[in-house]
Structures are given as structure tokens and as C-alpha cells.
């Protein structure tokens, strides 16, 4: 069964930069997309970005556009998101999902992801 498991959060400057990683252990070809999402408090879960993995689309949300890059290392099974120059806004709990049988589809929708991490807190602040 598939289990995802996100590392790398943690208090960062605005401006400055970090790694989140999401190991997906048990991935089968059924699960065709990786999200990421983030849940501030009293807000809805966003989606951030998505990955197709079988061709390595990539959709990423207007508000990190530019700042933040989606990356596969395919031989770990692992998932980056390189988050660069951090604002004050971008303070949440950051998660990984799996999508099942459908690709990334230029939305990424938190309804439509079927496998989850345990989250990891990015906070940004001086």
C-alpha cells in the first residue's frame, strides 16, 4: 500500500529558501500524479503544484509560480518542492498526495487525491 511521508520544514527568513521531500513508498503505476498541497491555520487546504510522473508535467499554483520547482528523483521515489525566496504567506503545513489514475490536470484540487502524507510545518518569519 502505498505511504507517502514529507520531510524537510522548518522556520526560515523571508526571502530565504527550503527543500521539502515527499518519499513515496509502495508506488505502483495506478498512482499517476504527485501533488503538493498547504493547509495555513483557520484556512482550506491549497493545492501548490502537481506532477504527471510518467512524462514530468508540471502545474504549479499562481502564487509560487516562479518561486517554488517540483522536482523527481524517480530512483528514490522521492518528490522535492524547492521553495525559494519564502514569504510570510507561505507559513502552513505543507502535504504530499497521490493521485490514482488520473494525471496532473492543471488544477490541483485536494478532492481529487487519494493517498496522503502527515504533513511538515514551513514557517516564515524574521
Known amino acids: 500500500q502505498l505511504q507517502l511521508a514529507e520531510s524537510g520544514g522548518g522556520l526560515v527568513q523571508p526571502g530565504g529558501s527550503l527543500r521539502l521531500s515527499c518519499v513515496a513508498s509502495g508506488l505502483t503505476p495506478d498512482y499517476r500524479a504527485i501533488g503538493w498541497f498547504r493547509q495555513a491555520p483557520g484556512k482550506e487546504r491549497e493545492g501548490v503544484s502537481c506532477m504527471t510522473l510518467s512524462i514530468g508535467s508540471i502545474y504549479y499554483a499562481d502564487s509560487v509560480k516562479g518561486r517554488f520547482t517540483m522536482l523527481r528523483d524517480a530512483a528514490r521515489n522521492t518528490v522535492h518542492l524547492q521553495m525559494n525566496s519564502l514569504k510570510p504567506e507561505d507559513t502552513a503545513v505543507y502535504y504530499c498526495?497521490?493521485?490514482?489514475?488520473?494525471?496532473?490536470?492543471?488544477?490541483?484540487?485536494?478532492?481529487?487525491?487519494?493517498?496522503w502524507g502527515q504533513g511538515t510545518q514551513v514557517t516564515v518569519s524574521s
Open positions: 498526495a497521490a493521485r490514482r489514475y488520473s494525471p496532473c490536470a492543471g488544477r490541483v484540487s485536494p478532492y481529487e487525491y487519494d493517498r
